[in-house]
């Protein structure tokens, strides 16, 4: 398939899901879907057309907080961005743990860090933080204060 191709059938298969669609360059386009749509979408991705899961990223942005699924087709070079805004006061979308096995670690990464709930997640277990991190306390977003008086942590550059 070519690009051309793979943005026709993902607007084909997934016109409703899809929000926006922003092409950065020929080798990277940005998809914005529904937050449920992930459910159908991350997989097509992966199964379906063969691409490779790279990463996702996790931001506190002022309009909610948002998920960057990156994915590559390599025989055509192209990386797909699926993006997602999801409510800051309640962070929640379906886990791809269970379809995409690479997506667990970041996805519990992006649960301490940030508080989004993955619903569904194979193994929600803590990842990062020590286990006498307070609940509801997530240091990748804008509103974190320092809840330890005794601790002497130094935040950006």
Do not use: C, K, S
């Given at each position: 398939m070519t690009r051309e191709q793979v943005l026709r059938d993902l607007g084909n298969r997934f016109g409703d899901d899809i929000l926006d669609i922003f092409v950065k360059s020929p080798k990277r386009v940005f998809i914005k879907i529904k937050p449920r749509a992930i459910a159908w979408v991350g997989p097509?991705?992966?199964?379906?057309?063969?691409?490779?899961?790279?990463i996702a990223t996790g931001t506190d942005t002022p309009d909610g907080i948002e998920i960057l699924y990156?994915?590559?087709?390599?025989?055509?070079?192209?990386?797909?961005?699926?993006r997602v805004l999801l409510n800051r006061d309640n962070p929640v979308i379906t886990s791809l743990g269970k379809e995409i096995e690479a997506v667990n670690w970041i996805e519990r990464e992006m649960k301490e860090l940030l508080g989004i709930t993955f619903e569904g997640h194979?193994?929600?277990?803590?990842?990062?933080?020590?286990?006498?991190?307070?609940?509801?306390?997530?240091?990748?977003?804008?509103?974190?204060s320092e809840w330890d008086e005794t601790a002497i942590r130094t935040r950006g550059v």
């Open positions: 097509y991705i992966f199964r379906e057309l063969g691409a490779r899961f790279n990156h994915f590559t087709l390599e025989d055509i070079n192209l990386m797909l961005n699926i194979p193994d929600p277990r803590r990842l990062l933080l020590p286990d006498n991190w307070p609940d509801g306390v997530y240091p990748l977003r804008q509103d974190y």
